[in-house]
C-alpha cells in the first residue's frame, strides 16, 4: 500500500511513459505543427496533471490527501454553482461525491471498471460540447486512465509487487 507521494510518484514514472508515446504518436501524424508554442507546453502540464490526480483518485473513499484535494475541488465547484443558480448541477454534483463514502476502503473504486468509467467525461463531454472534436478528451481521458491504473498497480490490485500482497476480491 502505497502513501499520497508514492502514489504521485507512480503516475508520475506510468505519465512518462504514456507522454513518449503520444509524443511518438504526434511525430508520426506531425500533429505537434497545429500547437502553438504555449501549447506545446501548456497541453502536456495539463495532461500530467490530470494523471496525477487520478493517481490519487481511487483513496478518495477514505481519509487521505487525495480525499482532501477532491473534496476541496469539489466544494468549490459546487459553490460555484449554487452562486450562479444551477441548482440541480449542484445536486447531482453533491450525489456523485457521496458515492466514494457508501463502498468500502479498496472497494469499488479500486476496480478495472471504475478506471474506465470515473475518466469517461473526459470523452463523452468533448462530443456533446464540440461535436466538431469529438476525440478532443481522448488525451485527457488516457491521461485519467494511466493515472488509475498506476494506483491500482502501486496498490499491488493489479500485479504482485514484491513485498507486497495481492489483494482479492475484483
Given at each position: 500500500m502505497a502513501g499520497y507521494r508514492g502514489h504521485l510518484a507512480g503516475a508520475t514514472a506510468f505519465f512518462g511513459v504514456y507522454l513518449a508515446g503520444l509524443a511518438l504518436l504526434f511525430s508520426v501524424d506531425q500533429a505537434y505543427h497545429r500547437l502553438s508554442d504555449v501549447e506545446l507546453v501548456a497541453y502536456p502540464a495539463v495532461l500530467f496533471g490530470v494523471c496525477l490526480m487520478f493517481g490519487l483518485w481511487p483513496d478518495v473513499d477514505t481519509n487521505?490527501?487525495?480525499?482532501?484535494?477532491?473534496?476541496?475541488?469539489?466544494?468549490?465547484?459546487?459553490?460555484?454553482?449554487?452562486?450562479?443558480?444551477?441548482?440541480?448541477?449542484?445536486?447531482?454534483?453533491?450525489?456523485?461525491?457521496?458515492?466514494?463514502?457508501?463502498?468500502?476502503?479498496?472497494?469499488?473504486?479500486?476496480?478495472?471498471?471504475?478506471?474506465?468509467?470515473?475518466?469517461?467525461?473526459?470523452?463523452?463531454?468533448?462530443?456533446?460540447?464540440?461535436?466538431?472534436?469529438?476525440?478532443?478528451?481522448?488525451?485527457?481521458?488516457?491521461?485519467?486512465v494511466v493515472g488509475y491504473f498506476s494506483h491500482l498497480v502501486m496498490d499491488g490490485m493489479v500485479v504482485r509487487l514484491p513485498g507486497r500482497r495481492r489483494k482479492s476480491g475484483w
Open positions: 487521505s490527501k487525495g480525499q482532501n484535494l477532491f473534496y476541496g475541488l469539489f466544494f468549490g465547484v459546487d459553490v460555484a454553482l449554487l452562486a450562479t443558480g444551477q441548482i440541480e448541477e449542484a445536486a447531482y454534483l453533491g450525489l456523485f461525491c457521496i458515492l466514494p463514502a457508501l463502498g468500502k476502503h479498496r472497494g469499488w473504486t479500486h476496480t478495472y471498471w471504475a478506471m474506465l468509467l470515473i475518466p469517461s467525461p473526459f470523452l463523452v463531454l468533448p462530443s456533446v460540447l464540440a461535436p466538431e472534436r469529438p476525440f478532443a478528451g481522448l488525451p485527457f481521458y488516457g491521461a485519467a
